[in-house]
């Protein structure tokens, strides 16, 4: 690139932005700024208020496996009832939702009535709602945005905003939960939903023509899956993110241990430590966010996913909550990296009529596995301790990231039929030589298919 075409600081950042040019995008991500703050807010009380009432680090499990189990069993139907009827609606129905839960969750502890096993009932009941609003609201990020070559950088403006609310919703929960107690913070959730949706309901969308599906929904989550995983790169991907939530994700349950008896401190710790997970986090997604193209991501999802497990490890050797912390931001930045770019070939890949069945199987993937690690996790740390237990995570994810990156050169040939008949943007297919192929074409007609081959999105 000469001098004249380097890109200075301003339209590096325009770049960065540009999806916010479109108002429907505007309006939900101011939305969810404050949405998603007050969601980590109550994640946080959550987990301390069961700590304080049970002692357990079992129960921890539990309450994440709860919390996000029914994810896997819901998501497919999510996934179907997204490709068929209104994204718009359905998310508006399932924020609502998730608004009356916190609502009477911070009722009940503010009363002095919160027993164990409501909120078990209520965390399961936000998992449902979750199954439904994760693959929706994936799924309806295309609209929002209205152009395709937008929607990576919408999924990556997306994360920032969910991993900027991880930085501070915990902070502000660890100090509140000290001040005012759990159900005060659980309450401010409850009225955070109030600017979400009415971001939704602002919202000036074109009224989008679903085919009239032919078959019942049984049918159609079966068309999903063989579409998904008869495809070698949407399923290694899948199976990728899935190996991960299930070994790795869930020591963010143990988090409320490790502050306590691992270092020694409190609530304001456990803040601490997710939001030092949180600002990892956010670097990962304006990472992906300054991209100026979508190559290159199968070897991201790879590094990603060993730094993730190489943090990890470096999480389960400290005992100094300075060391923790660093070692929690590569966490974050490597779990949000490897999710968020396989989020990002995922939808570039799919075709929209299948984008919402095929997020669903993501968040089957990432959300509906994660619970059964949580519980995994949870069992483990009562037996070997929180330590060991994040350390055997940690090493899973290595492994995992490398029989993956052995597999994607055999992902290329693949690719290619799918990005020429969805007509990828040019810079799709721009400079992705020296990625995964040492050898060079030879000059002429098959150096300029090579040069114009997308299908590196995914090998790199």
Known sequence: MSNHDTPDSGSKLRHALRALRHRNFRLFTAGQSISVIGTWMQQVAVSWLVYRMTGSAFYLGLVGFLGQAPTFVLAPF?????????????????????????TVLAVLILSGAVQVWHILVLITMLGAVMGFDTPSRQAFLLEMVGERSDLPNAIALNSSIFNLARLIGPAIAGIAIAAVGEGWVIAINAVSYIAVLSSLLRM?????????ASAGVLSH??????????????????????????????????LPVVATEVLGGGAETLGFLMAAMGLGALSGALFLAMRRTVTGFGPIIARAAT?????????????????????????GFGMMTQMASSNTVLQTLVDDDKRGRIMSLYSMAFLGMTPVGSLMAGAAANRIGAPL???????????????????????????????????ILPEVARGLQAATHSTTPEVGEDADEERADPQRLVSG
């Open 78 to 102: 999510a996934g179907a009832l997204a490709d068929r009827f209104n994204r718009h609606r359905l998310v508006i129905a399932t924020q609502t939702a998730a608004m009356l839960q916190a």
């Open 204 to 212: 000036r969308l074109t009224p989008v023509r679903r085919p009239r």
């Open 221 to 254: 989550i079966r068309e999903g899956f063989r579409y998904a995983f008869g495809f070698a790169p949407i399923r290694s991907i899948l199976l990728m993110v899935a190996t991960v939530s299930v070994v790795a994700v869930p020591f963010t349950v143990l």
């Open 307 to 331: 730094l993730f497990g190489a943090a990890l490890l470096g999480v389960a050797a400290s005992r100094w909550l300075p060391l923790t912390l660093v070692a929690l931001v590569f966490a």
């Open 389 to 423: 237990t994040i350390a055997i995570g940690g090493t899973c994810a290595i492994i995992a990231a490398f029989l993956f990156r052995l597999r994607l050169p055999a992902l290329r040939a693949q690719v290619r039929p799918i990005y020429r008949r969805l007509g």
